[in-house]
Structures are given as structure tokens and as C-alpha cells.
């Protein structure tokens, strides 16, 4: 029977959970044995007596639940506690699914190869309609975008929406959605919600109907380079591009109240869109909420983890919002696990695949080597410089 563990997450401020009770429950129906370390739901308020009645064991020592791992369940990349390194708990052949950050992380990937880990990346999901109930960026970028949109309306010194009263009319908030993915177009949704007028701009022209149909107005920049990837991912685009990008979307930050900016490309820095003379014009009270933080930023007065003031605007760089969520971003999460550990498994063994997509895409370590391409190049420009 293969033993699945769930631990305690070890970083400050992660408050989600790989597993929720109801999807332990579904691995126990399946015929996995189910192992959760004491107070792993805690941040995410599931209790251990939720997990023991879905039928998980409960273990208090985390070495004791690492060491007993065939499959660990993870949320951040395994990290340090008690000054140790978690991942050397973990028995060499067993398997590790989480978010690793491979690209950004060769290193600690090449680490894990060394232990003989093998390791799934949930960011390397494909993104195809095969494996959507798998994809856990999609799912956690979705709660990130509606939590911008509340963080703006609540930074903001005035109404997002409009008001007609006794004593006159309050116009609705103006605002500009940089970036429209999955967490850009859930922010558009949200602030639609909330009442505001808003527009957007995607690198990617084919976003427009999608803008659209949340309800925002598409700002149309003609650009003729391609902007996007054959996976449907943004491209970097050139310096001229950027420039005449810049200048268009002048005009509308500057007549926006909140800007939201989510704009990545895979692997590397975040592009930098809203520079500091641009946050100059803006209005007194104008609130900036930076979803790319993280990556660099978009915004060239972001600071990540902080709050920024500049010219009476303020500019937010928050970092995990899918964790100020915890029981919503857990049980979507526990989904996409679910789904995908049930891909792997085949007559109680996880089968590795490589021919197929998922498997080939995902796996970024096996019986002690890197397998995917993009990490091992990434590795190879990092021992270069
Ligand atoms: P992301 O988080 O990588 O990036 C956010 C957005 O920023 C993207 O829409 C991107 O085009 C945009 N962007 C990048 N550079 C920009 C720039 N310079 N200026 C303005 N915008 C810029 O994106 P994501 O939400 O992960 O989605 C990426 C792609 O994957 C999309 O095509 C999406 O439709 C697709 N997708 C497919 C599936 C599926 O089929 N299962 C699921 C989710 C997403």
C-alpha cells in the first residue's frame, strides 16, 4: 500500500496545506495509506481529528512522517527545520510532489537529484486541457487575482463603485489590469464586481475576447513581433516593444485610481512595465498592486513583501496571497494533487512515463538525474556565469 505523507508546511507564512480532509478521504477510498503530520492543517483551520476521521494516521515527529514517505505532499519546496535540511529526510526512490521553483532553482533541484528524490514540479504542469484539474498555478492565480482586487479597493482612499446619493453622485473607480492570465482576468472579474470601470492590457492579443468577456474594456497596442510561445505562454518581448508599450499605456495609468499589474514571462524576470516617472503622474491616493512582486516586479518602485509610498501613491508588492486564503487555496490545491497522483499511479507504483506529456513535463528528477530540459539548461547558465 503506498504510504502518502502530508507535513506541516516549515515556512513562515505559509498557512496552506497539501491535503484537506475531504481529499484524504478520497486517497483512503483509493487504497492509499495516508500519513499527516500533527497540525499540518492548522493555518489552513482543518484539525487533526478532521484528518484521523477522513482515515489519515497522525504522526507528531516530522523526521518520523518524512522517513516514512513513499509519496510526500508538499506545497512550498521542502526547506530547513531544526536546522536540518528536509529533504534529507526523505528516503532515497521515494517521491516528491510540490511547488520547487525549478527554473529559478536549478541548484537546489540538481540537490534533490543528488538525493535521488524523484521529484514532480507543480509549476511544470502542462498547461493543456488534458491536464487542467492538475494545473495548481491556474488554480492558486485565480485566488491571488481576486485578492488583489480586494486589497486595492480596500488601500484605495475612495469608492470602487459608483454611488448615487442624496448628497450627489460618486463616479466608480478607474481600473487598469496589466496582464491578463489567470490571476488578471479574476482580478478584472473582482473589481468588476466590486463596481469598478475597468481596462486592461495583455502581451497576448488573442486575451481580448477573454478581457471582454469578464467585463473590461482591451487596450489594443499594435505589436508585430510574436508575444506568444506555442504553449500559449508570453514571450519576452524586445526593448522597442516594451518602449511602445510604455507609452501607450502612459495615457491610461495616469487616469487610473488602481493599477494591477500581473504581467510574468516563464523563467525569468518579471518585465518591467509601470516605471517611476509613470507612477509620478499619477493621481494623489492612485493605488499600484504589483502580483509580480516576486519575479522582480513590474512596477519599478515595487519592493517585495512591503508596501511602498511614492508621491502620495501607494504601491503594494504582496508575496503568496494564495496563502492569505488558506482554506479555499488548500482544498483546490488538495484537488490538483488528487488528480494528478491518480494519473501516476498505476498497480501501486507510480509509473514513470516519460512518453507522456504529463509525466515528461512534470518530473523534474528521477533515480538521481535532472530530467527536464529547461532545468538542466538552466543549471548549465548558471555553473557558466
Ligand atoms: P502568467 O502568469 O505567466 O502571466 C500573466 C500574464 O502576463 C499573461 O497573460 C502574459 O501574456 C502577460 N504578459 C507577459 N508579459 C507581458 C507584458 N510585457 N505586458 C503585458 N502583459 C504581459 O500567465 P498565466 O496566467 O499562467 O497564463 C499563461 C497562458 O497559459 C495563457 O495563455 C493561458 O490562457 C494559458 N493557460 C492554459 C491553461 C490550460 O489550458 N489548462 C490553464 C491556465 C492558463
Known amino acids: 500500500m503506498i504510504k502518502i ?16 480532509p ?28 478532521e484528518y484521523e ?24 519546496p521542502p526547506g530547513e527545520q531544526q536546522g536540518e535540511q ?32 524523484n521529484a514532480f514540479s507543480m509549476e511544470m504542469i ?28 480596500a488601500s484605495l482612499p475612495r469608492l470602487f463603485p459608483m454611488m448615487t446619493t442624496a448628497a450627489g453622485t460618486i463616479p466608480p473607480a478607474k481600473v487598469l489590469v496589466i496582464g491578463a492570465g489567470v490571476a488578471g482576468l479574476q482580478a478584472i472579474a473582482t473589481a468588476r464586481r466590486l463596481g469598478a470601470v475597468v481596462e486592461a492590457f495583455d502581451v497576448r492579443a488573442a486575451v481580448k475576447e477573454e478581457v471582454q ?39 491610461h495609468i495616469k487616469k487610473s485610481d488602481v493599477v494591477i499589474t500581473t504581467a510574468q514571462v516563464q523563467g525569468k524576470r518579471a518585465p518591467l512595465i509601470v516605471t517611476e516617472e509613470m507612477v509620478g503622474e499619477m493621481s494623489s491616493g492612485a493605488v ?13 518602485c515595487t519592493e517585495a513583501g512591503k508596501d511602498v509610498y511614492y508621491n502620495g501613491v501607494t504601491i503594494i508588492g504582496p508575496l503568496n496571497l494564495p496563502s492569505t486564503l488558506p482554506v479555499d487555496s488548500s482544498k483546490v490545491y488538495a484537488k490538483n494533487l488528487l ?31 535532472i530530467r527536464n530540459e529547461r532545468v538542466k539548461n538552466a543549471l548549465a547558465t548558471l555553473v557558466q556565469a
Not at 103 to 113: D, G, T
Not at 219 to 245: C, F, L, R
Not at 342 to 367: P, R, S, W
Request: net charge negative; charged share 20%; with cysteine.
Open 339 to 369: 488528480t494528478l497522483v491518480k494519473y501516476l499511479v498505476k498497480d501501486d507504483a507510480i509509473d514513470f512515463n516519460f512518453e507522456d506529456d504529463i509525466v515528461g513535463g512534470t518530473c523534474v528528477t528521477y533515480e538521481g538525474e
Open 53 to 76: 476521521a477522513a482515515g489519515a494516521t497522525i504522526i507528531n515527529s516530522p523526521q518520523e512522517l518524512w522517513g516514512a514517505a513513499d509519496i510526500l505532499l508538499k506545497v512550498a
Open 126 to 153: 502542462p498547461r493543456t486541457s488534458r491536464a487542467q484539474s492538475m494545473d495548481a498555478l491556474s488554480s492558486q492565480a485565480n485566488i491571488a487575482g481576486y485578492k488583489a482586487a480586494l486589497i486595492a479597493a
Open 213 to 251: 468577456s469578464v467585463g473590461a474594456k482591451f487596450i489594443e497596442i499594435p505589436i508585430e513581433e510574436d508575444t506568444a510561445t506555442n504553449q500559449g505562454y508570453a514571450k519576452e518581448v524586445g526593448q522597442s516593444t516594451q518602449e511602445k508599450i510604455r507609452q501607450v499605456l502612459t495615457e
Open 288 to 300: 499600484i498592486v504589483d502580483l509580480a512582486a516576486g519575479q522582480g516586479g513590474n512596477c519599478a
Open 5 to 20: 505523507a502530508v507535513p506541516k508546511e516549515s515556512d513562515l507564512g505559509e498557512l496552506r496545506v497539501a491535503l484537506v
Open 22 to 49: 475531504d481529499t484524504v478521504a478520497r486517497f483512503i477510498k483509493l487504497g492509499f495509506e495516508v500519513l499527516v503530520q500533527s497540525g499540518a492543517g492548522q493555518g489552513a483551520h482543518f484539525t487533526d481529528s
Open 86 to 117: 528536509e529533504m534529507n529526510w526523505l528516503k532515497p526512490s521515494s517521491t516528491l510532489i510540490s511547488f520547487l521553483n525549478p527554473l529559478a532553482n536549478p541548484e537546489y533541484i540538481q540537490a534533490l537529484a543528488q538525493r535521488k528524490i
